[in-house]
């Protein structure tokens, strides 16, 4: 009976049948290490994942099973580190293509991950069980009055409980989060002496509006910033990348953003052929590196991919045509039932602002330098750095996708995005004279809030949005 739970949840998370026999043991070990019980297996497999994920599409079982490969390895890096292979990890928001580099270039000699990403990802929206984690952060110094970020708590968890080991290098990117790179000096001075970091930030100081990658001047500064970096990277793991490599890593980097570009475009087809959750996870593949590598991923988007178009031809949708829908800032699967709880009150909120890839995005670079192309495609991608600029990108988004409107505030508990998402929602507001809501919130997790709590405030905004369309 024990067999069976776990080898229900590889089928429903995509994996074949000749897959059972390597991938069984490995998952009962993984679940292990993770402090997953059979009972919150067949929570997942009973409950979680089909109350939220569109398990039917043979391309959606394909996406959860990249990220459960993913996590298996994860449990393994500690392995890795014992048989010499090299540890690097990052952590979001950062550019992935100098990761998968180091992967391009040694294969078989280096790990990469942002593990705090992956195991908050699958811990919270496949079984609800990141709180352990949390609490256990909590508990030994990160104080959860703070609300500090849970992938900051999550980071530092892990690495005490063991699940992963000491990194050669942490390449840690303060472009946005500024508590992020105090995280890992807190976890090298109060736990482990032996987490080891370099820093890369980049300062907030633009004139509001800043169109900041068409700065030349900004585009050198990140440029050197990501050059700097890297090779201190590639200098304390002892393997040198070709810039041939992170070439082709971009050239990769553009087609499969080209092809989740397309995805954004069928979800916001009329009416919305796939609920938000679903798709949400292949958007990750655009900002976290796999180690397992970002090949599997691909082929799920791509089965994804025809299965959407056809129930596009067809026709149909989740919710009547017709239906409002809302562009929503961000919207995580590790909190999968906001998105649910609109699409059963009549709304859709198919894309999340920041997966939506403008046409100026999705443009080859300008440059040939592999450092002033990746740094551009940040300042373009990012936004994130100027809500002037970002505002900018949204109204364009909105008004691309013929959103009715737009959810901002589930990121109110972070230090910078908390308060650009007030100047945000006035700016969008005033641009496209569509209605803009405020939702207090955390992205990665809920226990601060809970369905019961949040109902009567999306209800209410449901309601307004089915009688402004009307």
């Known amino acids: 009976m024990a067999n069976n739970v776990h080898e229900d949840f590889l089928r429903l998370t995509g994996f074949e049948e000749e897959e059972m026999a390597e991938y069984l043991p490995e998952w009962r070990k993984a679940s292990e290490k993770l402090g997953l019980t059979e009972e919150d297996v067949r929570f997942a497999v009973q409950e979680r994942l089909p109350a939220h994920f569109a398990l039917e599409l043979e391309g959606i079982r394909k996406l959860l099973g990249c990220f459960v490969k993913e996590t298996i390895d994860l449990t393994k890096a500690i392995e890795y580190k014992r048989r010499g292979t090299k540890i690097v990890y990052g952590i979001l928001p950062a550019i992935l293509h100098f990761y998968y580099a180091l992967k391009l270039t040694a294969p078989d000699k280096v790990f990469v991950s942002f593990p705090d990403i992956f195991i908050t ?62 995280t890992d000096e807190f976890i090298q001075l109060y736990h482990d002496p032996e987490w080891k970091t370099y820093v890369t930030r980049l300062p907030h100081d633009q004139p509001l509006g800043t169109v900041e990658d068409e700065v030349i001047e900004r585009v050198e500064y990140l440029a050197d910033q990501m050059r700097d970096g890297f090779e201190s990277v590639q200098k304390e793991i002892g393997i040198k990348v070709p810039e041939e490599k992170i070439k082709e890593v971009i050239e990769i980097w553009q087609k499969y953003a080209a092809k989740v570009s397309e995805l954004g475009q069928l979800m916001s087809v009329d009416p919305q052929p796939l609920n938000a959750v679903s798709g949400r996870f292949f958007w990750e593949g655009l900002f976290t590196p796999f180690n397992t590598g970002i090949e ?24 009547p045509q017709g239906a409002p829908k809302l562009l929503i800032y961000s919207m995580h699967p590790t909190v999968p039932w906001i998105a649910k709880m609109f699409e059963e009150n009549g709304v859709g909120i ?57 959810v ?27 209605p803009v809501f405020y939702i207090e919130g955390d992205n990665w997790e809920d226990r601060d809030y809970s369905p019961e709590a949040l109902r009567t405030r999306i209800e209410s905004i449901c309601e307004i949005m089915k009688i402004r369309k009307a």
């Open 296 to 319: 599997s991923m691909e082929k799920a988007l791509d089965i994804a991919l025809r299965e959407v178009k056809e129930r596009v031809n067809k026709k149909e949708g989740i919710l």
């Open 350 to 406: 198919p894309l999340s602002e920041f997966f939506i890839l403008t046409k100026k995005q999705l443009r080859p670079s300008s440059f040939e330098d592999p450092y002033m192309a990746a740094a551009e495609s940040w300042l373009r991608t990012s936004g994130m750095v100027n809500p002037g600029y970002q505002a900018e990108q949204i109204c364009e988004k909105i008004t691309t996708h013929k959103f009715d409107g737009m």
């Open 408 to 434: 901002f505030g589930l990121m109110d508990f972070d230090r910078w995005l908390g308060s650009s998402h007030r100047i945000l929602g006035r700016m969008v507001e005033e641009k496209t004279r569509l």
């Open 121 to 182: 990802f699958v811990m919270n929206s496949f079984f609800h069980k990141l709180a352990p984690y949390l609490e256990e952060a909590e508990k030994t110094g990160i104080p959860y009055g703070c609300r500090h970020c849970a992938l900051n708590k999550t980071r530092y968890a892990i690495r005490r409980l063991g699940i992963i080991p000491s990194p050669d290098i942490n390449w840690i990117w303060g472009f946005i989060c500024d508590e992020a790179p105090k």
